[in-house]
């Protein structure tokens, strides 16, 4: 698959790679990994300047209209840099809840400060024993006149440390496992009774875990609904990671060809040698097939085709395992140096070593690839 982009995506994606050429090479976030924050605000500012985080939204809540697929440009031009700052977590993740999930009045209270930069967002949803499945929910929401006070801990919450607002899983009803009885919540991450320990994951960005003591939150979607509501995202989610893994894919296999091409041995370049060229083909065919599916499953989350979850396990698991492939191929061929922290080839093993297990790792979307297809 081929897409023909129209004159404002090509226009989106020359804007995304000429701003991130010129204020996001190597060094530059090298220095960003190294401050305090861990991520720039500088350069949140500039995405939002550029219309980045309005793109995916739609126009009746302010957004450019771009769906998916405006989606799938960005995050495959911020894999080829190893952008840090939480596009996925704000944009994909909290603000496509909110569009899609949210009353009119939270919609408008929320996504603009989305798309103007100014506020970040994570959502908490996996616990210690939740093992990427959803439902798997202990903590807990009650109502108490009012309000629904929130109880429970959270773990990995990604760019947790760096947010303004939470989006919390919570169970209002049921046993844990159950399907039905999970809502969700969004919540002040600065509110009382809220515990956050930060810290950094593999690929150099930050994350949390978060303790709630009946943490006041306030309803996103319908009470119980909100496995069903994740599910939607999940799939969402996918069509973003996958494409971000595919442009990490993409600059470990021209970084590698190069490599080839220069670094000789035994007084030739190691290119010549054929066990090396039938390595890189392997390397160049996972590529293009993992372009490929990355790009029919932005375009059926833009149509709604049925079977879309099916098809984003599927395309996990296949892009999982290719760039991990491609990984391991990149740094074996550099040799030693493929790990060091000053080559940017180990940074892109570790980000799709991340990738790969967020919303489940490939092993499990096989399986529930197959799960799916017998219920088909």
Known sequence: MDIQFTEEQELLRSSVQRLLRDQYDFEARSKILASEDGFSRKRWAAFAELGLLAAPFSERVGGLGGG????????????????????????????????????????????????????????????????????????????????????????????????????????????????????????????????????????????????????????????????????????????????????????????????????????????????????MVDMFIGHQEALSLMQHLNLSLDSGDSGLSRLASGAKSKIGYVGRFVADQAVQLHGGMGMTDELNVGHYFKRISSINIQFGDPAFHVLRYAQLDAAA
């Not at 009119?104 to 989305?114: A, K």
Request: charged share 20%.
């Open 68 to 279: 998916a697929l405006s989606t799938m440009i960005i995050a495959h031009e911020f894999g080829r840099h190893l952008v840090v700052e939480p596009f996925i977590e704000t944009v994909v993740l909290a603000g496509g809840l909110i569009e899609h999930n949210g009353t009119p009045e939270l919609q408008q209270e929320f996504i603009p400060g989305i798309i103007d930069g100014s506020k970040l967002w994570a959502l908490a949803w996996t616990e210690t024993a939740s093992r990427f499945e959803l439902a798997k929910v202990t903590t807990t929401a009650r109502h108490e006149g009012g309000d629904y006070l929130l109880t429970g801990t959270k773990t990995m919450v990604i760019a947790g440390p760096w947010a303004d607002h939470l989006i919390v899983s919570a169970r209002t009803s049921g046993n844990d496992g159950d399907r039905y009885g999970v809502s969700l919540f969004v919540v002040d991450r600065h509110a009382s009774g809220i515990d956050l320990q930060s810290f950094k994951t593999i690929d150099g960005r930050r994350a949390a875990e978060i303790t709630l003591r009946d943490v006041a939150g306030r309803l996103l979607g319908r009470e119980g609904e909100g496995v069903a509501a994740l599910e939607a995202c999940r799939d969402r989610a996918i069509g973003a990671l996958c494409a971000e893994a595919v442009g990490a894919v993409g600059e470990l296999n021209s970084a590698t060809l190069e490599y080839l091409k220069t670094r000789k041995q035994f007084g030739t370049t190691i290119g010549s040698f054929q066990v090396l060229q039938h390595r």
